[in-house]
């Protein structure tokens, strides 16, 4: 056995799925479950995983650098948030009484502000500010347990401001242990200069500023906000069409609040993903299954709206045999939270998902939304080193005990980026 840079012993339950491809309908609930693991690193992979006792034996006469004892503690994959809007400038608490008296998202909009104040404030800030924002996100997400994040532009609506917005989102996956994986949402709103004018805006998206960010390599992603009174199916088709020839993979915000046929639109452009969806009908959850796009299901977004509705994921699971995948959506209008943690609750209060059903979500299926499902999103020989530690003595204790951080632990790129002192006195607790 070659040299093993770092060992992680005393792992209580190690949990994770296992493949490089989503996790369809009741595969979801199949996860390898291991107790007393142990997982050995080498370089940034994970090189052998499984019961201490037998990676013991197969490491006899390695030379290990450094050994990490887990303490009792729970393993699973890194967490993936595969839909954020995680750079932008300001905040909307100046919304919060407005929403709370009854105002829909949508009016708010319409009237200037919600994404578009959002959209002032990016316009505002230096690069820097953007960057240092973010970074502190970053920082409590990696603290949840995260260690990819996807992250879109949409509040500069400018080819400089979109521009600005994804630079920043390249410099923090440089900058920040966790990795960053950029989408382009120039059609997140028309902006206030384009009102009433949103073909127009629709042709600037396609002819300049598609082009330029994939000419400039700024984006993996094309995202569309298709919604009554934002951008039609048919723009949505148009912008999706045209970024996907220019090598950007198509994602959709789909039938977020009415049901437009986003879902339908998601099946025809062939989609990686198709977000939120509460209001998808069955024809849609059809063809995002016939076309092997999964489903990313935002449940913080419709707790703090206020809405009475949620995605239909029990039967997109039980019915349809779609592979849903979990996000938080922290963006500071719909959803300011970096919690993945509450949302895998919120997952299991209003979606009804399995304890295994959510860990699938939002490690495996969560990856292969943004296109990583071979180097992410579980612990198997050959992977990324990416792992969590929970301090939790089983996957479902994640959503039962709510409202509080159990991760203790991260290992990201076989490096430690986390480590609470705690874990020490988990395991002088375990010993005595
Ligand atoms: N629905 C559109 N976009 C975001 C919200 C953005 C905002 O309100 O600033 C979402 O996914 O919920
Ligand atoms: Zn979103």
């Known amino acids: 056995m070659e040299r093993i840079d ?15 491809v989503p996790r369809y309908g009741e595969e979801m609930r199949h996860v390898l479950e291991i107790e007393h693991a142990a997982i050995a690193i080498r370089g940034d992979r994970i090189a052998l995983v499984g019961p201490q006792a037998d990676v013991l034996a197969q490491l006899n006469g390695a030379e290990i650098a450094e050994t990490l004892d887990a303490g009792g503690c729970l393993v699973t994959p890194g967490l993936v948030d595969p839909h954020t809007h995680l750079v932008h400038g300001g905040s909307r608490e100046h919304e919060l009484s407005l929403k709370r008296s009854g105002v829909p998202y949508l009016d708010i909009l319409a009237q200037g502000g919600g994404i578009l104040s959002t959209v002032k404030a990016t316009r505002a800030a230096s690069e820097r ?39 920043v989102a390249k410099r923090l996956h440089e900058g920040h242990p966790v990795d960053v994986v950029p989408t382009f949402m120039g059609a997140h709103a ?19 500023m598609l082009p330029e960010v994939a000419r400039e390599g700024l984006a993996e992603f094309c995202d569309v906000f298709c919604e009554h009174g934002v951008f039609t199916i048919q723009q949505s088709r148009r912008i999706l069409q045209e970024g996907k020839l220019l090598g950007l993979i198509p994602k959709i915000h789909a039938d977020e609040i009415e049901s437009l046929g986003g879902a339908e639109l998601a099946g025809e452009v062939g989609a990686i993903s198709a977000e939120h969806l509460l209001a998808a009908s069955d024809e849609g959850m059809r063809m995002l299954a016939a076309n092997g796009v999964i489903p990313v299901l935002l449940p913080g977004t419709s707790f703090n709206l206020g809405l009475k509705q949620h995605a239909r994921a ?97 290992i990201k790129n076989g490096k430690v980026a986390v480590w609470d002192r705690r874990i020490e006195g988990r395991r002088s607790a375990g010993e005595r």
């Open 314 to 410: 029990r039967e997109m699971i039980d019915t349809f045999r779609l592979p849903v995948a979990l996000s938080t959506d922290y963006n500071p209008g719909s959803c300011p939270t970096e919690s993945i943690q509450l949302i895998m609750m919120l997952a299991s209060l209003n979606l009804r998902l399995l304890p295994e059903e959510i860990i699938t979500s939002c490690t495996i299926n969560a990856a292969a939304a943004i296109g990583r499902a071979n180097d992410i999103g579980s612990i198997e020989a050959g992977k990324r080193a990416d792992l969590t530690v929970f301090d939790a003595p089983n996957i479902a204790y994640l959503p039962y005990h709510f409202g509080i951080n159990h991760t203790f632990g991260v």
């Open 6 to 20: 770092l060992l992680l012993t005393g792992i209580g339950r190690l949990v994770t799925p296992q493949g490089s």
């Open 129 to 167: 500010e953007l960057y240092d924002k973010a970074f502190k996100s970053l920082d409590i997400m990696l603290l949840n347990g995260v260690t990819t994040v996807e992250a879109k532009s949409g509040y500069g609506l400018t080819l400089d401001d979109e521009r600005k917005q994804l630079r």
């Open 190 to 208: 028309v902006p206030a200069e384009y009102k009433g004018r949103s073909d127009e805006f629709v042709d600037l998206l396609v002819q300049e």
